[in-house]
C-alpha cells in the first residue's frame, strides 16, 4: 500500500468512528423548564431538527412547549407527542404553544409527523417537601 492509501484509509475509519460517535453516542444535555406562573415553560426552536431536543421537566405540573418554526421544510410541519395524544400543525414562521399536564416520571419521545426529527421529554417525580 502507497502512503495515499493509507491516508485514505486512517480518513476512513477516523470518519466512520466520528460519525458512530455523533449518532449514537453524543447525547445533548437536557434543558430544564423555567416555571412561569406555575406553567412549566421551554421555547424549542424547529429548524433542520429541534433545539433542545432534551427537556426535563417536573411531573403533575402544567407544561408549554413553545414551537418556533423558522423553516418551511414539510417534514417540520407538524409535532406529535403520542405518549400524550397530541398531534398539532406547527405554521412556518411562527410560534406554536403546545400545552399538557404530565401525570407520571418517564421518558417520552416527541418527533415530526416523519419520524425524522425526535426530541425527548424527561419527567422527573414530584419532589417531597
Known sequence: MTA????????????????????????????????????????????????PSEIRVTAGTPVRLLFDRRETTPCSEEVVLPDFGIKRFLPARQTTAVEFVPTRPGRFD??????????????DAVEAR
Do not use: H
Open 4 to 51: 495515499a492509501d493509507w491516508t485514505v484509509l486512517t480518513g476512513g475509519i477516523a470518519l466512520i468512528g466520528w460519525i458512530n460517535w455523533y449518532f449514537f453516542l453524543a447525547r445533548p444535555k437536557a434543558v430544564a423548564a423555567r416555571s412561569a406562573g406555575g406553567v412549566q415553560e421551554v421555547q424549542v426552536v424547529v429548524e433542520g431538527g429541534y433545539q
Open 110 to 123: 416527541f418527533t415530526c409527523g416523519m419520524s425524522m426529527l425526535r426530541g425527548r421529554i424527561t419527567v
